[in-house]
């Protein structure tokens, strides 16, 4: 149990945040979702979705392709093999420090 509580100080920051982490979350369970469909998943609003998507872009996590759809602007955007990787790493870290932290049954 020691070594995965002390594995949280070096748990990937981009990721944990809880913004970043309900993006993260809903585009591991499918190719790619647009734009329209984060908002609605993730419940942000249009600015702090922009923000945390460039941070996640920054870090190699999310690819973002910009075009129109009709004579609209249309964002898409995916988890690059990079950020599933991340991902992974980060849920295993939090799987194991729950499954350590359990209590004997009674």
């Known amino acids: 149990m020691e070594r ?17 982490l ?3 979350a809903v ?3 499918c190719e790619s979702a647009d734009f329209k469909a984060l908002l ?8 702090n979705l922009s923000a945390q998507l460039q941070k996640l872009e920054e870090a ?6 910009k075009g ?8 898409t955007c995916a988890l690059t093999a990079a950020g ?4 992974e790493r980060y849920w295993a870290s939090y799987k194991a420090l729950g499954d350590a ?4 049954p009674t």
């Open 4 to 20: 995965e509580i002390q594995g949280i100080t070096g748990i990937d920051r981009v990721i944990h945040e809880p913004a970043r």
């Open 27 to 29: 585009l591991s369970s």
């Open 60 to 65: 190699g996590y999310v690819g973002i392709t």
């Open 84 to 87: 599933r990787e991340a991902f």
């Open 68 to 75: 129109l759809q009709g004579r609209y602007p249309h964002t």
């Open 22 to 24: 309900a993006i993260i």
């Open 101 to 104: 932290l359990k209590l004997p």
């Open 40 to 47: 609605h998943l993730t419940g942000l609003t249009k600015g």
